[in-house]
Structure formats: structure tokens, C-alpha cells
């Protein structure tokens, strides 16, 4: 029976270590700040932007929200954005995705200034993590190696497979592996004998965005398995990329969805917060 990795308890133990550097700073007088936009109403961009307000709250950085309407132009949203980069006051930008469609998101990724992308989706942040340079992580992969590393599993030496090559979370979860010392393959919907490729990982992390395709047919005893994917079943309730029931008994560490990856993001997002304010 697998270890269940628990991402709640790790995501609450980082807020709580930045909760105190925040306040060291508050102590000092120096406030930090995210400016958080969301264009339009989808809902849930809607949750994802309210947690996040409530998790700068918690943490002490003040949150300034832009919630513009769905009809803003692009150089609408872009003028702001240029303002905010402008802004001593603001440390992070962050502009929820998706964007509707009449707004190109490569533009509004491009136009954030890399010194307060605190998503690590600047082309500049992530040529920096490919050459292993300072600088911002993407969130949810940035979360998997704290998960690992605090849950004390080795990572170097260790064969990493990483199901998903999206530019979010599957390549730069694979270049933080590699910078970690492991020896990684990265799988995508052209590869060929994924089973037997799966089977062979230490740690297989599994991003690829299909309930439960994973199941105990492609996981080698003992591998630690990290499930990036969330969705919800017939029944409404959460569920990942890894079929949990058939996994956790043939594993040695697992994630649950939820309570697994989930929560590390957003702690990783403030993480990317209060170091873009101590830069
Ligand atoms: P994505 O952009 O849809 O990427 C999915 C990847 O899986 C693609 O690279 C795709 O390959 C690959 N794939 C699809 N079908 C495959 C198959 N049959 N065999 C092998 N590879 C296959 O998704 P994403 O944004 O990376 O997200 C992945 C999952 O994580 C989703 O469920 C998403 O909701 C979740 N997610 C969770 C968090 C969190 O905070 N926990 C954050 C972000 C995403 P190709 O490149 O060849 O198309």
C-alpha cells in the first residue's frame, strides 16, 4: 500500500513559512503585492482567482484585482498590464487563463514584465530554467518537486518518465527533474509503447489530462506516482489522470485528487510572490 503524499499538510506548512516572512517584511514596513486580472466570467476562473485573493490574504500580500469585463480588447489589457509593470508598488502580475479568444494569450504572456511574471510563463523565465538560470518556475511543477523533496524521496539517479509536454506543466515539470539529477523521458500522445515505458519509472509523473488512464498496468512496483490531473467523474467528484483504486496498492508514494498536487500551485504562486518582492 502506497504512502499517500499529502499536499495539503505540505502546502499549508509553505504558507505558513511565507506567512512569516511576510510579516518579518510588514515588520520593516515593506509590503508585497500581486495584481491579480481576470477578463470575463468563466466560473472556474472565477474559483481559481478567489482562492487565490484568499490565499494572499492569509499570507499578508495585498491583492489588487482587476476584474475587467469579457468585451476588453487586447490593448485594453495590455495598457494595464503595462501600467502595472510600470508600478514599483505591484511585485507579481498574474492574468488568469484562458483569455477569451479575441485576445491572443501569447501576447499577454509576452507582454508581462519576467521580473513579476510570478506564473514562470515568460519566454525569458523559461529559457532560464532550460539554461538553469534564476528565475520563475511554473507553479505546478515547481509544487511536485517541494511535494517530493518534502516528502523526503530521492530524486537523483532516479529514472523520472513525465506523461505530457505541455508548456504549463509537462516540459518544465522534465527540465526541474533534470535539474534535480534525475534521468528523465518525457511521454506524449505520439509515443510509442507508453505501457512499457511507464513501467520502467521510479517516478512517474503523470500530466497528460484524461481521468484515470493510469492505471496498475503501467506503474513498476514501488514507483512513486505524482498525478497532475483534475477532473470531475459521472458522480461530480474530483478525480486525476491516475485510476487511485488500481494504483496506490502496487505504488510506494502516491498523490490523491484531490488533496495532492491541487493545493501546491497556489502555494507556489505565493512562493513566486515574496521572492519577486525580495528580488
Ligand atoms: P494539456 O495541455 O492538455 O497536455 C496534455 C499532454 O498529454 C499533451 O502533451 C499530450 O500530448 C499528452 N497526451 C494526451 N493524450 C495522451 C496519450 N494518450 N498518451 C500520452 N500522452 C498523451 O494538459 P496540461 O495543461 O499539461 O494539464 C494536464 C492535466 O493536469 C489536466 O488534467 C489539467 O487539468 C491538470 N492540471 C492541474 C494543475 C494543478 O494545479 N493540479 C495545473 C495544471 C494542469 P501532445 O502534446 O502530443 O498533444
Redesign the pocket.
Known amino acids: 500500500m502506497a504512502e499517500k503524499i499529502d499536499g495539503k499538510l505540505i502546502s499549508q506548512q509553505i504558507k505558513d513559512e511565507l506567512k512569516e516572512k511576510v510579516a518579518a517584511l510588514a515588520a520593516e514596513g515593506k509590503t508585497c503585492a500581486l495584481a491579480v486580472i481576470q477578463v470575463g466570467n468563466d466560473p472556474a476562473s472565477s474559483v481559481y482567482v478567489g482562492n487565490k485573493k484568499k490565499t494572499c490574504a492569509y499570507i499578508g500580500i495585498e491583492s489588487i484585482a482587476y476584474e475587467l469585463p469579457e468585451e476588453t480588447s487586447e490593448q485594453e489589457l495590455l495598457d494595464i498590464i503595462d501600467k502595472l509593470n510600470k508600478d514599483p508598488k505591484v511585485n507579481g502580475i498574474l492574468c488568469q487563463l484562458p483569455l477569451p479568444s479575441h485576445i491572443n494569450e501569447d501576447h499577454v504572456i509576452h507582454a508581462i514584465s519576467p521580473e513579476k511574471d510570478v506564473d514562470g510563463f515568460h519566454p525569458r523565465n523559461v529559457g532560464a530554467l532550460v539554461i538553469g538560470e534564476k528565475g520563475f518556475v511554473s ?2 511543477p515547481a ?1 511536485i518537486i517541494q511535494l517530493l523533496k518534502r516528502s523526503n524521496i530521492e530524486i537523483a539517479g532516479k529514472h523520472c518518465v513525465v ?4 508548456n ?3 516540459k518544465p515539470m522534465a527540465l526541474l527533474m533534470l535539474r534535480e539529477n534525475a534521468t528523465v523521458t518525457i ?5 510509442q509503447n ?1 505501457k512499457e515505458i511507464c513501467k520502467e519509472a521510479d517516478i512517474l509523473i503523470v ?4 481521468p484515470k ?1 493510469i492505471n496498475a498496468d503501467y506503474v513498476k512496483e514501488g514507483a512513486v506516482v505524482i498525478d ?4 470531475r467523474n459521472e458522480d461530480n467528484k474530483l478525480c ?2 491516475v485510476d487511485f483504486d488500481s494504483v496506490e496498492p502496487k505504488a510506494s508514494y502516491i498523490t490523491p485528487v484531490p488533496g495532492g ?2 493545493p ?2 497556489i502555494a507556489m504562486l505565493m512562493n513566486n510572490c515574496v521572492e519577486a518582492f525580495m528580488d
Open positions: 507553479c505546478t509544487g506523461i505530457g509536454r505541455s504549463i506543466v509537462g511521454c506524449h500522445s505520439r509515443t507508453l500530466a497528460i489530462g484524461k488512464f497532475v490531473g483534475i477532473h486525476g489522470d498536487v491541487g501546491m500551485t
